[in-house]
């Protein structure tokens, strides 16, 4: 995700904001799987409390104090452990660039893809690694709910160049839970530059779990 230039303490705040969010999704990590719910609960009011009152909330300033997230009720049926299926090509990510919210494109690197065993039937998200920035894991969707519930251009189950990572299971599997999906931060303010999900992210369904903005 791109920012606008910033002074060095604008960087410093960044750079805070980044570890919060870090540390709170190890909070949640630390959570049994029985309990998934009790780390979704912290992960909410940890969120709300950053977009309402830290230097760097993508949130508008004027409107931060008033700001009040909206989510799903948790459900336990929008989570996952699924396992990375290599992309059909082999195993070295397959190098693409994902469409920016401010008309760019960013590089990224398709690693494989994951088979989500929704009740509806299952669909494939592919799911990519960021060739630059900070590096890490990135999967972004689009789902029925864009628009009217939820952003337009989609939402995040994973940024983890920003610590936004539910991690992986003992046998290994990715840790996906629909629950903890989340707004990009130009869905805030077009000041914001996010790359977005491609239409090979573009789910056919609605996923009512996670932030929502109506």
């Known amino acids: 995700m791109s920012e606008p230039a910033r002074d060095p303490d604008q960087v410093v705040e960044l750079a805070d904001w980044r570890r919060r969010v870090a540390d709170l999704y190890a909070a949640v990590r630390r959570e049994p799987e029985d309990r998934a719910v009790d780390g979704w609960e912290r992960w909410r009011a940890e969120r709300q409390r950053l ?9 508008p300033a004027a409107s931060r104090e008033a700001f009040a997230a909206r989510h799903w009720p948790y459900d336990a049926a929008l989570r996952f452990h699924v396992r990375v299926t ?3 090509s082999g195993h070295e990510p397959v190098g693409l660039a994902l469409p920016v919210s401010d008309g760019a494109t960013m590089h990224f690197g398709r690693i494989g ?3 989500i065993p929704f009740a509806a039937g299952p669909r494939r998200l592919d799911l990519y690694w960021m060739a630059g920035y900070a590096g890490g894991l990135f999967l972004p969707f689009r789902d029925a709910t864009n628009g009217t519930e939820t952003y337009g251009a989609g939402r995040y189950l994973l940024d983890a160049a920003k610590g936004a990572d539910l991690g992986t ?4 599997r990715l840790v996906i ?5 989340f707004q990009p931060s ?5 000041r914001w530059a996010c790359p977005l999900a491609p239409p090979e992210n573009w789910l056919d369904l609605a996923v009512n779990g996670g932030e929502r903005i109506a």
Do not use: T
Request: with cysteine.
């Open 51 to 59: 977009y309402r009152e830290h230097a760097q909330s993508p949130v």
């Open 86 to 88: 290599p992309d059909e």
């Open 169 to 172: 299971d003992p046998e290994g």
């Open 113 to 115: 893809w994951l088979e």
């Open 177 to 181: 839970d629909f629950n903890f999906a």
């Open 186 to 190: 130009c869905a805030f303010d077009p």
